[in-house]
């Protein structure tokens, strides 16, 4: 069982490039997350799909877009890379919208910006 | 809206010691509280989860946490600390109907575990 897979795992871009993270699960969860981690500030949320077909921002969606392309992927895109989008993106996926069943995440893609 | 504090960004403890990982949480409504932890260069684990049920919650590795409302606390123990609970460990929390897809983390605490 392969839970959330994240590709890819580590990621080089200039600054102004783009790139498309994905994520894809096959736990048939119905809601899925994009947070990013920065050091001493935790995890914070891009962007959350709460079933296929809907889409919203989160706490940091600023300089990103996101796709829920079906009930397994969700993707996220970084139209021009800046060095503040240098981080740890974790994809994650839950049960139902409501997050008390707990999240499942992928092992994250180390991205960094020059 | 609801938010962690995690309490000490390092927590350093010999082998064998207890572990206590200190978060206080805000919440409006009745909150959903987690516990999760992180090896290097993995994604997160799910440790323990608080749903409104029983007040001390055990997960997995021998952890447990207890909630305590008069306190807005939900802290993270384990009476012996083991090498391999060496890792950060984020505290979580969520609910209501208001903001129920998100959980909200705190900054984490890295425990390391002295021999």
């Known amino acids: 069982n392969a839970g959330v897979t994240q590709t890819p795992k580590f990621q080089v871009l200039k600054t102004g490039q783009s790139m498309t993270l994905q994520c894809a699960q096959d736990m048939n969860h119905n809601s899925m997350y994009w947070y990013r981690q920065d050091p001493g500030m935790g995890l914070r949320l891009i962007y959350y799909s709460a079933s296929e077909g809907t889409t919203d921002k989160g706490e940091v969606p600023n300089g990103y877009n996101v796709s829920r392309l079906n009930k397994r992927e969700f993707s996220l895109r970084l139209e021009s890379a800046a060095p503040s989008q240098t981080s740890v993106y974790f994809c994650?996926?839950?049960?139902?919208?409501?997050?008390?069943?707990?999240?499942?995440f992928g092992s994250g893609t180390r991205l960094t910006v020059v | 809206a609801q938010s962690v504090t995690q309490l000490g960004s390092h927590v350093s403890v010999s082998e064998g010691a207890l572990v206590l990982l200190r978060c206080n949480y805000s919440?409006?409504?009745?909150?959903?509280l987690f516990w999760y932890v992180q090896y290097p260069n993995q994604g997160l684990q799910l440790l323990l989860k608080?749903?409104?049920?029983?007040?001390l919650v055990k997960g997995i590795n021998g952890f447990e946490a207890e909630f305590k409302k008069s306190e807005t606390s939900f802290h993270l123990t384990k009476p012996s600390a083991h090498m391999s609970d060496a890792a950060e460990y984020f505290c979580a929390v969520t609910g209501g109907q208001t903001g129920a897809n998100n959980l909200f983390f705190g900054t984490g605490t890295r425990l390391t575990v002295i021999p």
């Open positions: 608080y749903t409104s049920a029983a007040t």
């Open positions: 919440s409006s409504v009745p909150p959903y």
């Open positions: 994650a996926s839950s049960v139902r919208d409501r997050a008390n069943y707990g999240y499942t």
